[in-house]
């Protein structure tokens, strides 16, 4: 199967924060107001928050020595535009296979109906290239 993907850009930054498991909701979803996409995965080691920029003011709503809270400014987000179907296989593989080849990192956020990729900005128009040149198109929003 060829894959033919259609994504889409984000021109907005992104910001990752890791934050304790402990740290409770009240805490955090203040920082999800006026958000146009924002990601919150939980795990026994952690809270992963993804949201669209970094917000200057968490440093009194956040914990905020570097043991509790960690932040990794300077994402840019690519979305396959869906939905897709669970049936389908191996998109992500193809999308983070090419750009590991061109050593580039990736921050993979999935939902029901699609994926998001998420590199560092300054390697975003690069990884732009490299979705063109393995046959998927790319707007910018």
């Known amino acids: 199967m060829t894959l033919k993907l259609n994504l889409e850009l984000d021109p907005l930054p992104y910001t990752i924060h890791r934050l304790p498991p ?3 909701a009240s805490i955090y979803l203040p920082l999800l ?3 146009a996409w924002y990601s919150i995965t939980k795990t026994a080691e952690e809270i992963s928050l993804v949201i ?3 917000y200057p003011s968490t440093s009194n709503l956040l914990p905020n020595t570097p043991e509790e809270h960690k932040v990794s400014p300077s994402w840019r987000c690519f979305k396959v535009a869906g939905p897709l179907d669970f049936s389908l296989v191996g998109i992500m593989a ?3 296979n090419a750009l590991a080849e061109h050593q580039i990192s990736v921050f993979v956020v999935s939902t029901y109906d699609t994926d998001y990729v998420l590199v560092k900005e300054d390697k975003a128009q ?6 063109e ?3 998927h198109s790319v707007s910018v929003l």
């Open 133 to 135: 040149g393995i046959g």
């Open 94 to 96: 193809n999308l983070s």
């Open 22 to 24: 402990t740290t409770p």
């Open 52 to 54: 669209s920029h970094s």
């Open 126 to 131: 690069e990884a732009k290239k490299v979705f």
């Open 33 to 35: 107001d006026n958000q």
